[in-house]
């Protein structure tokens, strides 16, 4: 069957350190993966976009990595800061045809003082 | 540069009701999907409508239905409203039709089905 997974259990980091979360994903092709953030009570808001064809894109303090063949991505929060706590969503395009995105459940990441 | 807005934010209906669920998306874009979010999951496509036309549909029934305007808003109507309805309905636009094309979230309508 086809689904995206991600860390199901909540990610605890002491501020400071590196965050890194997992998205891996089944018998999906997609030529592009999303990460997106979302608050409690607000809709997701874009962070970055990655193609098949690169393996790693830098924004700030974020980073993504994906790896096809592995069918996996990760996304990484360097120098985390307690306003970095929020859920991480990745989306991907199943079949290419751009008529939809489908989202992983999202992982709640919880930076502490 | 006005962001995607929904209204209305709060809505409680009761089964067998329908409902109408508004999006104004971002000026310029051309493209709007509608999502379901159940608590504690991520959100699940709907539809999308791409210059007025539905473009792609997700695994829901045919009581989803939706409408994009020439002005590229649009609205998502549900109807015979079940309790499984209870969710966040997000609308999201982007400036194109493709999967590279960042979408744009509003901050969804919390419907309530009693």
């Known amino acids: 069957s086809q689904k995206i997974e991600q860390n199901s259990e909540a990610l605890n980091i002491q501020e400071g350190k590196t965050a890194t979360l997992t998205c891996n994903y089944t018998?999906?092709?997609?030529?592009?993966l999303q990460w997106y953030r979302q608050d409690p009570g607000r809709g997701p808001v874009f962070l970055l976009l990655?193609?098949?064809?690169?393996k790693e894109k830098r924004k700030e303090r974020l980073k993504v990595t994906f790896d096809t063949t592995l069918k996996q991505s990760l996304f990484h929060i360097t120098a985390s800061q307690p306003a970095d706590s929020a859920t991480y969503l990745c989306?991907?395009?199943?079949?290419?045809?751009?008529?939809?995105?489908?989202f992983g459940s999202g992982t709640r990441l919880s930076i502490r003082p | 540069e006005t962001g995607v807005t929904q209204s209305p934010t709060h809505l409680i209906k009761t089964r067998g009701q329908q409902v109408t669920l508004r999006c104004s998306s971002q000026?310029?874009?051309?493209?709007v999907s509608w999502y379901q979010q159940a608590l504690g999951q991520g959100p699940q496509f709907i539809f999308q409508?791409?210059?007025?036309?539905?473009?792609g549909r997700g695994n829901f029934p045919p009581r989803f239905s939706g409408l994009q305007f020439p002005n590229y808003s649009s609205e998502l109507n549900v109807n015979a409203l079940e309790l499984d309805d209870s969710a966040l309905y997000l609308c999201?636009?982007?400036?194109?039709?493709?999967?590279?094309?960042?979408?744009?979230f509003g901050d969804g309508t919390r419907l309530s089905i009693l």
């Open positions: 999201a636009s982007s400036l194109d039709l493709g999967s590279n094309q960042p979408q744009h």
């Open positions: 018998n999906y092709s997609p030529a592009y």
């Open positions: 990655i193609r098949e064809n690169e």
């Open positions: 989306a991907l395009d199943p079949d290419s045809s751009a008529s939809k995105i489908i």
């Open positions: 000026s310029g874009h051309n493209t």
């Open positions: 409508y791409y210059r007025e036309e539905e473009n």
